[in-house]
């Protein structure tokens, strides 16, 4: 048999104690009612965790009573009482698929469900026992999160982002909220309900509360849960990127670096650039100090004499990666820069083009290479066989990275332009 | 017990407080991790591993998530001089430059751009700020193969001639020849891991404008090369 947990639906009551009585109007259905101090300790001892005979104990001792079979009785009546005028919910915390029965959605109790992962930060946190109230469809709305279960009976609680209600079954989108990507939709028959209330620590989280109220709820939660709040601040530690951009961070935080190792391009802005001495750094191949007039462009751009017609001043620009100039004329890119900065390879198509980039250039850490203007471009891992002969290619080949040659092709014919 | 977060693409952190965001104990194999100029200070002091890059909106940006044709359609839908985030795809046919140059005040895109209109990508050139991620020229009227692709007989024949682009894995089945390519595909532009027997990856690379990223000989051809 099935145990049940009276909750106090606190969610709509505002409370006003008033010497020997306590008055609460339930703005739900508009109505008042007043308590003696024993019915509101009995209200209160309902918070989804305790059974009848846990809140009988606690009034036992509270009012040092001995009779527990007779206060039993009493906490019994009264939450009958409280769950006639529509003040009490019931929640059972046995395993959704025991629990789960027809009937309308107001008869069911409301489903605790543990909660893992962290996909609906900072509203839940893994450990929350989410309670879930059994909904018809048109109690759903966009924004209303729903737990629902997948073909292996694994539930998600997750956040409404779309209702197909005009498909047969009715189709539910939901998300999580730091997720990108919603999941798929799946049918209204595998929700289980809407989420409207979380048990922390055996208390109970009105939603509204907690959607209204994320940071503060966090920070609070913080303190109980991390032990990282009292805690100096933490140092973070950086490896494995490829640029590493600090323009936009207070001297503080790049002080507090522990360490950076392994880093292709690490960007300052003049107001923090003095702060990078005190950083430990290992393995970064350059630093730049870049104010934010400075585009930076992160791969494999080229760019077109187009861009001419249409500039409003010349760029400054740092590429981290390889740059392709070669539709542009020597000329062109005079007008085009007023500073460059290449962390990689330039490539141009004439002798007097790169001239002209070696002017302006303030740096270029893999040189200049002379390449056609027209060609095709493989850049990373490759592999060249003899299907490139009968392909249409006419233009020569430009490969980037790694060149296999396939083993039916015993040399690179002389046919096959190669820029490496 | 504090909070993990851990194997998301995308971690959308803008609207997150930076109280809340301080109680991360630690964000592991994140791709890109969205920030907002409120909070990116205390995201500063989170643990991390495997996260490739941040990204900061200031509060005056729009940002776009996801694949998106660039294109008058787009930009009528934005207000003027929008400053522009893009994280994800950017495919050009074209656009009326004036309605551009209108529309966006300043770009950023953190993802490919593929183009086929010059004079539209130099407007756009002018205006872009930042690119992490590549610039290519695509023919016209390209076929898009976007995520995904498992390159079968019917994909082949959905060619039709016409120009292909592709952004994302590609699967050769053993079934496809490199004949098959060869005569279905005459340009293609090319981003992400190829995977096939030896000579259609070579038919595939043969068809490649540009071409960026690894393959693998997969290994049913290597095991059938065993057997022969």
């Known amino acids: ?420 | 017990m504090g909070t993990v977060i851990r194997h998301i693409p995308i971690l959308d952190l803008r609207s997150v407080s930076a109280e809340a965001i301080l109680k991360i104990d630690l964000v592991e194999n994140v791709k890109t991790v969205v920030l907002s100029t409120e909070n990116v200070e205390a995201f500063m002091e989170v643990p991390r591993v495997e996260v490739r890059s941040h990204l900061i909106i200031h509060p005056d940006e729009t940002l776009f998530i996801g694949q998106i044709e660039f294109n008058d359609s787009f930009l009528s839908q934005l207000p003027e001089n929008t400053k522009l985030v893009i994280l994800g795809h950017v495919l050009i046919d074209g656009f009326t430059i004036p309605l551009f140059r209108e529309r966006i005040k300043t770009f950023r895109v953190y993802g490919q751009i593929v183009y086929a209109d010059a004079k539209s990508v130099g407007a756009l050139l002018a205006r872009l700020e930042r690119l992490q991620g590549q610039l290519l020229r695509m023919r016209p009227n390209s076929v898009r193969w976007i995520g995904s692709t498992e390159l079968n007989a019917e994909r082949l024949a959905t060619v039709s001639g016409r120009p292909v682009v592709s952004i994302g894995p590609v699967k050769i089945n053993p079934d496809v020849t490199a004949t098959d390519i060869t005569q279905s595909i005459n340009s293609m532009v090319q981003i992400g891991e190829l995977f096939g027997s030896e000579e259609a990856l070579c038919a595939l690379f043969s068809v490649c404008d540009r071409r960026l990223g690894t393959y693998c000989v997969t290994e049913m051809d290597k095991a059938h090369s065993a057997t022969v």
């Open chain 1, 1 to 420: 048999m099935n145990t049940y947990y009276p909750l106090c639906a606190f969610e709509n009551l505002q409370i006003e104690e008033t010497g020997s009585e306590i008055i609460l109007f339930d703005s739900k259905a508009q109505t008042f009612h007043l308590l003696n101090p024993t019915a509101y300790a009995i209200l209160k001892a309902c918070n989804g965790s305790n059974t009848t005979r846990d809140i009988a104990v606690m009034l036992s001792s509270k009012f040092d009573i001995e009779d527990l079979d007779s206060i039993t009785a009493d906490v019994t009546e009264t939450i009958k009482s409280f769950e006639s005028k529509g003040l009490m919910w019931f929640v059972t915390h046995e395993p959704p698929e025991a629990t789960i029965k027809s009937g309308s959605s107001s008869e069911s109790p409301l489903l605790a469900i543990s909660v893992t992962g962290a996909s609906m930060f900072p509203v839940l946190f893994s450990g929350d026992k989410v309670l879930v109230k059994k909904s018809s469809l048109e109690e759903l709305t966009v924004g209303d999160i729903v737990v629902w279960s997948d073909a292996s009976h694994k539930h998600v609680a997750h956040r409404i982002v779309a209702l197909d209600t005009s498909s047969t079954p009715p189709l539910i989108t939901t998300k999580g909220d730091v997720s990108h990507e919603p999941d798929s939709p799946v049918e209204f028959n595998r929700v289980l309900g809407k989420v409207v209330a979380v048990l922390q620590d055996g208390e109970p989280k009105w939603m509204k509360e907690l959607e209204n109220n994320q940071g503060s709820t966090a920070e609070q939660r913080g303190s109980r849960q991390s032990a990282t709040a009292d805690q100096p601040k933490r140092r973070p530690s950086y490896t494995l990127l490829k640029v590493l951009d600090l323009r936009e961070v207070s001297v503080d935080s790049i002080q507090n670096i522990e360490s950076v190792q392994e880093v292709s391009l690490v960007l300052l802005s003049p107001e923090n650039e003095h702060a990078w001495s005190q950083v430990p750094a290992k393995n970064v191949k350059a630093v730049f100090t870049a104010p934010k007039e400075y585009r930076v462009y992160t791969g494999q751009p080229e760019l077109l004499p187009e861009i001419l017609e249409f500039m409003e001043e010349p760029l400054r620009l740092i590429v981290l990666g390889q740059l392709f100039l070669t539709s542009l004329e020597p000329d062109h890119i005079e007008k085009v820069f007023r500073e460059l900065i290449v962390v990689g390879q330039v490539y141009v198509s004439s002798v007097e083009a790169k001239t002209a980039v070696e002017s302006i250039a303030k740096t270029i850490t893999g040189g200049i290479s002379i390449v056609p203007a027209e060609h095709a471009r493989w850049i990373g891992e490759s592999i060249l066989g003899p299907e490139y002969l009968s392909s249409n290619h006419q233009a020569p080949l430009v490969a980037i990275g790694d060149l296999s040659v396939s083993e039916r092709m015993k040399e690179i014919p002389s046919s096959i332009p190669l820029y490496r």
